[in-house]
């Protein structure tokens, strides 16, 4: 149950910055952004460091830390496999 609630209020947030994308970009560029509670409370360029000041503040909450970009085109991430030869 707690897993499922977890995975709802990351959706609530990332559907948030969708939904306000034109404002999130405005303000705050290609920064790095965290989102609680359907509002932006954090931002920096460097992902690392938000990410340490986040813990220290939210430690075991719900907080998503990601780019506009990346929150909106989430696919493109992920990097497929090389193909690897192997030796017969």
Same mark, same amino acid.
């Given at each position: 149950?707690?897993?499922?609630?977890?995975?709802?209020?990351?959706?609530?947030?990332?559907? %948030?910055? $969708?939904?306000?994308? @034109?404002?999130?970009?405005?303000? %705050?560029?290609? *920064? %790095? !952004?965290? +989102? =609680?509670?359907?509002? +932006? !409370?954090?931002?920096? =360029? *460097?992902? &690392?460091?938000?990410? =340490?000041? $986040? #813990? /220290? =503040? &939210?430690? @075991?909450?719900?907080?998503? !830390?990601?780019?506009?970009?990346? $929150?909106?085109?989430?696919?493109?991430? &992920?990097?497929?496999?090389? #193909? +690897? /030869?192997?030796? #017969?």
């Amino acid at each position: 149950m707690a897993e499922e609630d977890n995975l709802r209020q990351w959706e609530e947030q990332r559907q %948030y910055a $969708i939904k306000n994308q @034109d404002a999130i970009r405005q303000q %705050y560029g290609t *920064d %790095y !952004i965290a +989102v =609680k509670d359907c509002q +932006v !409370i954090d931002h920096d =360029k *460097d992902e &690392f460091v938000l990410a =340490k000041r $986040i #813990e /220290e =503040k &939210f430690r @075991d909450q719900i907080v998503l !830390i990601s780019t506009l970009e990346n $929150i909106l085109n989430p696919k493109a991430n &992920f990097l497929e496999s090389p #193909e +690897v /030869e192997t030796m #017969e």
